[in-house]
């Protein structure tokens, strides 16, 4: 569910609430407060979401790096084992 549509609702719900059951005008406010927590709740968890996809991004990123460095490293010790090899039995 995206952001526009829980905004529009959450404001139907609480139109429909409104408007079926008669409130004090405290209680009508206390449901508009807790609409609007809600909504900041929400935008709260979009930002946290995205900077957490941004997050993976690089960790997936440093792990490509690592596993190509990784590799690297590899085959150098494979050329050096070699070498050592070929000059032992020189």
Not at 15 to 26: T, V
Not at 35 to 40: G, M, V
Not at 42 to 68: A, N, W
Not at 74 to 85: D, P, T
Request: net charge negative.
């Amino acid at each position: 569910m995206n952001k526009e549509q829980l905004k529009k609702e959450v404001s139907g719900l609480v139109k429909e609430i409104i408007g079926k059951y008669p409130m004090e005008a405290g209680f009508q406010k206390n449901l508009n407060a807790m609409s609007e927590e809600l909504k900041e709740r929400q935008r709260v968890i979009q930002e946290l979401t995205s900077s957490l996809e941004g997050l993976l991004d690089i960790l997936r990123l440093h792990i490509k790096y690592l596993l190509f460095d990784l590799e690297a490293t590899r085959r150098e010790n494979a050329l050096l084992i070699q070498k050592l090899e070929d000059n032992e039995s020189n």
